[in-house]
């Protein structure tokens, strides 16, 4: 039996929820599947973990996450600590230790689940973003002068390399060579920053040169807002800085129905060290508790960490399982519907249970 270890950080928010929630999912499959087994290592890092150390993971925590074949996250924010101070603390030196230079985010409209977008349904919305995930915006180079005076001044350096933009480049070729329409597009903002930007457009049209079975086209950041709203049939395979693909992704989740329903993995494509693979929603602390979190982020997000593992076909079984429910309209409030996060994760082990996929 084939065996992967699993280091588990549910954190902060609806994190414990849907993280659970996901596991539970997953032992099903396990048990349904027989082929492979998940070993989970749970850490109890995030914001409480800070209260009482004023630090959000100890020392050697790289050391105990390499152990793992791959991360499962869940979110990290507290309303009372500034949310610099716990992204910095948890998931970016995770993301920037390990080197998880690429940000998968998958999008696509679940059956029974309706877009904000009138006449668009499944089939019509099936994207894939990837995100710059080692530098550029979120490079962390800046700093403050002069605090509290009039002529404070504050600066935040976007890092664009070489290296870091070309593998990114190459990465997202691959992705959409791996997709049957076989395009993507490559959204910048060369108009306005003429250094950084420029130098992107440069060097996705020298790796489109070793892809020549994949069609691209360039858009404009702002253009690309409208673009996904107005022509989403238009649009396969995205790639973009950190900063762009983060705000893009977050619209390509509302438009697919919920920020509930998105996954994210934060690859290192080389396996140099594990990745880690989250939902995209964040803490959501203002229905934390409520019982009615959506899963399926994490659903979906376990579904791209097992394919990470080699386990595609019990990945494919799982987004089966999932489509299934929301196609029979087990949704909860985000989507419009009144099931809680223990309804939407029965229904799913029920119907992985009953599958002969």
């Known amino acids: ?18 993280i659970a929630a996901g596991l539970e999912v997953l032992d099903a499959l396990a048990a349904r599947d027989g082929g492979f087994k998940l070993v989970v290592d749970h850490y109890d890092w995030g914001s409480d973990y800070y209260r009482k150390h004023g630090k959000f993971m100890p020392a050697d925590a790289m050391a105990w996450l390499r152990t793992a074949d ?10 009372d600590i500034p949310d610099d101070v716990t992204l910095w603390g ?12 690429a940000n998968v985010r998958p999008t696509r409209i679940f059956p029974g689940v309706s877009s904000p977008l009138a ?7 099936d994207w894939l973003i990837i995100r710059e995930n080692s530098e550029g915006e979120y490079a962390g180079h800046g700093g403050r002068a002069h605090r509290g005076l009039p002529e404070e001044v504050a600066t935040e350096t976007a890092i664009f390399t070489r290296r870091g933009v070309e593998r990114i480049m190459r990465y997202a070729f691959e992705q959409a060579r791996a997709r049957p329409r076989k395009h993507l597009t490559v959204v910048t903002k060369s108009n306005a920053q003429r250094h950084g930007m420029v130098f992107w457009d440069e060097i996705a ?3 489109s040169h070793d892809f020549k079975d994949v069609t691209w086209d360039k858009e404009l950041v702002d253009a690309m807002t409208q673009r996904m709203v107005r022509r989403p049939q238009s649009i396969d395979t995205v790639v973009a800085t950190n900063l762009h693909a983060d705000i893009l992704s977050d619209l390509a989740a509302a438009l697919a129905g919920s920020l509930g329903i998105a996954p994210t993995g934060n690859v290192d494509p080389e396996r140099r060290s594990p990745s880690m693979f989250e939902p995209i929603h964040g803490s959501a602390f203002d229905i ?12 979906w997000t376990a579904a791209m960490m097992l394919e990470h ?11 089966r399982a999932v ?31 009953g599958s002969n996929a």
């Open 309 to 319: 593992l080699g386990e595609k076909q019990a990945a494919g079984t799982l987004m």
């Open 288 to 299: 934390t508790g409520k019982g009615i979190a959506n899963p399926v982020a994490s659903f």
């Open 70 to 79: 791959a991360i499962y996250f869940g979110a990290v924010g507290d309303p």
């Open 1 to 18: 039996m084939r065996q992967h270890r699993i280091a588990a950080i549910p954190a902060d928010g609806i994190g414990p929820e849907v």
């Open 323 to 353: 489509e299934t429910v929301c196609a029979a309209g087990v949704l909860t409030p985000d989507l419009g519907g009144k099931a809680t996060t223990k309804e939407v994760t029965a229904a799913v082990c029920e119907a992985l249970r």
């Open 205 to 207: 049209a020298m790796v």
């Open 119 to 125: 006449g668009v349904g499944p089939g019509d919305l």
């Open 90 to 101: 948890l998931r970016l030196p995770i993301c920037q230790g390990f080197d998880q230079y």
